[in-house]
């Protein structure tokens, strides 16, 4: 890889200047001042509000191949003490989008030194990928949209996973989750005469059951579906007073967007009849949605291939991961698929406050992505 010792200063330096999702602003200006160095043919800003696109173009007309990474960081206080540790308190890359990044700046490197023959590469350095929000404000930019790429990949590194194995699956890579906020307004009364208000607390207990009733935790099982209790809020801390409101979070895992549909249906319903059943007005909202990463059997052996080309150790995995992912939306409109890049198998794990990407394997990653694009352009 040309000057390793640059990407690596580099992706330190993301580490130490996290942003949360959305405000991947001097992130943003970090990549595009080193894409500089590099020109791509085209470059855009701004896209979903702090998004890069580079293209690299061939010196003839073929297939584009688009490579995406994340910009953002997590909410989590930095527990390491090294030198390029977080220097923004209660904010850190703890998912490892710094070595994502760094990986896909070393593509540009490559691409700007060894152009494809034919079709383009576009670098897509995404925003907002923690909130599931980025990817569809990518989709809904104009200028996205005119690019049409034939094929999409993505990589996660993978703690648990021996360093640069490659780890590949069909169908559903990762799940698709999303979170239900049901919120809840009764009648205040007074705490010695609580019949003469209407209390959610009851409703909050019957939903909290009901819900847990519908959980099948086997992630090898057809009906796979994780309901997991996140927030809840009843009342004042006031003494005096019976609770006239409360809330209540979940978030809800699937292997598969059709099931996940009939999951937040049932899941809408049953809170709204069990409110109505506690004579309580109740409104039920989603947040933070991301669709099944659903990986297109090609796509996988392009990857598999690129493993094999590069005698990486190539990993088979039988279940999809149970977290979400938001290139999952990318892959409902292009064929794509993304691949898992193991990172140590006694790394922290991912969202630990002690995580840190090694750097190690942001050449394997390299070695993936090139060859997976000199696959598709050179086939032609």
Request: hydrophobic share 35%; net charge negative; with cysteine.
């Amino acid at each position: 890889m040309e000057n390793l010792n640059a990407l690596t200063i580099l992706r330190k330096e993301l580490h130490q200047h996290p942003e949360v999702s959305g405000n991947e602003f001097t992130t943003a200006q970090r990549i595009f001042s080193f894409l500089e160095n590099y020109p791509p043919d085209d470059i855009l800003t701004e896209v979903g509000t702090t998004g890069i696109l580079a293209t690299y173009k061939g010196k003839n007309a073929g297939k584009t191949v688009l490579f995406r990474c994340e910009l953002d960081a997590l909410p989590i206080d930095e527990i390491n003490t090294f030198q390029h540790k977080s220097i923004f308190k209660g904010v850190s890359h703890k998912c490892g989008h710094d070595g994502h990044m760094a990986v896909l700046c070393a593509l540009a490197q490559k691409l700007h030194k060894d152009r494809p023959e034919f079709g383009n590469v576009i670098l897509l350095f995404q925003p907002a990928e923690e909130d599931g929000s980025g990817a569809k404000k990518v989709l809904e930019d104009k200028r996205f949209q005119i690019l049409k790429p034939d094929y999409v990949f993505a990589l996660h590194n993978l703690p648990g996973y021996k360093m640069h194995q490659i780890v590949v699956k069909d169908h559903a890579f990762s799940c698709a989750v999303n979170s239900i906020i049901i919120i809840l307004k009764g009648k205040t009364a007074h705490a010695g005469e609580p019949e003469k208000g209407v209390n959610p607390a009851l409703a909050i207990a019957a939903i909290t059951t009901a819900f847990n009733e519908l959980i099948q935790s086997d992630i090898s099982s057809e009906n796979y579906c994780l309901i997991t209790p996140i927030y809840s809020k009843l009342g004042k801390k006031a003494y005096g007073v019976s609770a006239g409101a409360g809330e209540i979070h979940f978030t809800v895992r699937s292997d598969s967007n059709l099931r996940m549909e009939e999951i937040e249906n049932t899941l809408e319903k049953l809170a709204k009849s069990l409110a109505k059943k506690h004579h309580l007005k109740c409104k039920v909202k989603w947040t933070q949605s991301f669709k099944a990463n659903t990986n297109n059997k090609e796509a996988v052996e392009l990857i598999r291939a690129a493993a094999n080309y590069n005698s990486f150790d190539l990993i088979e995995k039988e279940h999809p991961f149970t977290w979400g992912e938001d290139f999952g939306l990318l892959t409902q409109h292009y064929t794509g698929a993304m691949f898992g890049l193991g990172s140590g198998v006694d790394t922290p794990a991912l969202h630990n406050p002690d995580y840190d990407f090694p750097d190690e394997i942001t050449q394997t990653g390299v070695s993936m992505f090139y060859q997976i694009s000199k696959q598709i352009t050179d086939a032609y």
